[in-house]
C-alpha cells in the first residue's frame, strides 16, 4: 500500500507511472490551473476543436498507458474519451506531462483523433488500447 | 513555473467555428520543446466574441458554427434537440449536413446568446420595440452585449494564404 494519497496530483512523481485516476486527477488539477496546453503543427481545425472540447475530454476521460516522453523529466499519457454526444463516436489524445524540480509543471496534448479530418475513427476502447500499443504506450 | 510565461505575441488569423477571424494579437508561451503556443484561457475572450459575432447574423447556423457554439456553451446534443424542440436525429442531421433551417437557427442564436452571457441578461431590460423578430432580439442583445462587456474585437476575414494556413503558431 502506497504511503501516499495517489489521487493528490502533488504527490505524483514521474516515477510512479501506473495510476490512471491518478494521472487523470493530474491532468484535471493541472487544466484547472491552466496549465494543459494543446499545440500541435501544423496546426488543423480539428486541434481548434480539441481545444474547445477539453473540458468534456478530461471529464469523461480513461487513461489507456504511459510511456518516457523523449524530452527528459517527460512522461506521456494516451487517453480515450467517448464523446458525450455521439454513442458511436469516441476521442483518442496523447499528453505529454512535463516536469521541472520534481513537480508536473504543465500538460501538453499533443494529438487528438476525433474521427474527422482523417484522423482515426476510435470507437471502442479496444480500438484506442490497440491504437496506443501502436504508439508503443505501455498498456496494462 | 517560467516556461509557461508568455514570450511573444502570436498571430492575428484564427480559424474558429469553420471561419477565418481577424483577431487581436495574444501571447504565446513557449515549450521546452522550441514551440510556441497559446493558452487556452486566452482563447476564451475570443471565443466569446466569436459565439457574438455568429449569433448577430440573421443568417442560417452552419454545422461548424453549431458545433462550436454548443462546445462553447457546454450544450449536449439531446439538451439542444430540446431546445430546438425537434428529435434528437435531426440535430444529428443538422450537425452532418446543412446546419439548422433559419428560423430554428434565429430561435437556437438567441438561446445561446442569453446562455453565454447570463450576467448580461440577467440585469436588461430588452424594449419592446427589439422583440418583434427573432433577427431584432440578436440584433439588440448583441450591440448591447459588445456594449457592456469588453471582448477583443473582431471581424470574419477571408482564409490567409496557403502557405499560413491552419497555422496559428510561429514556427520555432
Redesign the interface.
Known amino acids: 500500500m502506497s504511503p501516499f494519497d495517489l489521487t493528490d496530483p502533488n504527490l505524483l512523481t514521474i516515477s510512479t507511472p501506473w495510476v490512471p485516476q491518478a494521472w487523470h486527477a493530474l491532468l484535471r488539477d493541472l ?1 484547472t490551473k ?6 500541435h ?5 480539428r486541434y ?2 480539441a ?6 475530454l478530461l471529464a469523461g476521460l480513461q487513461v489507456l498507458g504511459w510511456q518516457h516522453g523523449e ?1 527528459e523529466g517527460a512522461l506521456e499519457l494516451a487517453l480515450w474519451a467517448l464523446d ?3 454513442i458511436r463516436r469516441g476521442w483518442y489524445a496523447c499528453v505529454r506531462v ?1 516536469w ?1 524540480d520534481g513537480a508536473p ?2 500538460a ?1 496534448l499533443y494529438c487528438f483523433y476525433d474521427g474527422r479530418d482523417q484522423s482515426p475513427s476510435v470507437f471502442t476502447l479496444a480500438t484506442a488500447r490497440s491504437l496506443a500499443r501502436d504508439g508503443r504506450f505501455h498498456v496494462p | ?1 517560467s ?2 510565461l508568455p514570450t511573444s505575441t502570436g498571430p492575428t488569423h ?3 467555428a ?1 471561419r477565418w477571424w481577424d483577431v487581436p494579437s495574444l501571447p504565446l ?1 513557449r ?3 522550441g ?7 486566452d ?1 476564451e475572450p475570443i ?1 466569446k466574441a466569436v459565439a457574438v459575432a455568429l449569433c448577430e447574423e440573421p443568417t442560417a447556423l452552419t454545422p461548424e458554427a453549431l ?2 457554439l ?3 456553451a ?1 450544450l ?3 439538451r439542444l434537440a430540446e431546445i430546438a424542440g425537434v428529435d434528437r436525429s435531426a440535430v444529428t442531421v443538422w450537425l452532418r449536413r446543412n446546419g439548422p433551417p433559419l428560423g430554428r437557427s434565429l430561435h437556437l442564436k438567441r438561446w445561446f446568446l442569453l446562455h453565454l452571457f447570463p450576467q448580461f441578461t440577467a440585469a436588461t431590460t430588452i424594449p419592446l420595440s427589439a422583440l418583434a423578430l427573432d433577427a431584432d432580439i440578436l440584433r439588440w442583445v448583441s450591440a448591447a452585449i459588445r456594449e457592456s462587456i469588453p471582448l477583443p474585437r473582431i471581424r470574419p476575414t477571408p482564409a490567409p494564404l496557403p502557405a499560413a494556413a ?4 510561429r514556427p520555432s
Open positions: 487544466h491552466g496549465r494543459l496546453v494543446v499545440q503543427e501544423p496546426w488543423t481545425p481548434e476543436r481545444r474547445l472540447k477539453l473540458r468534456d524530452q458525450p454526444n455521439h512535463v521541472r509543471t504543465y501538453h | 513555473m516556461d509557461l484564427h480559424a474558429i469553420g508561451i515549450l521546452p520543446n514551440s510556441e503556443t497559446l493558452r487556452v484561457e482563447m471565443y458545433e462550436f454548443c462546445d462553447l457546454g449536449r446534443h439531446i491552419y497555422s496559428p503558431l
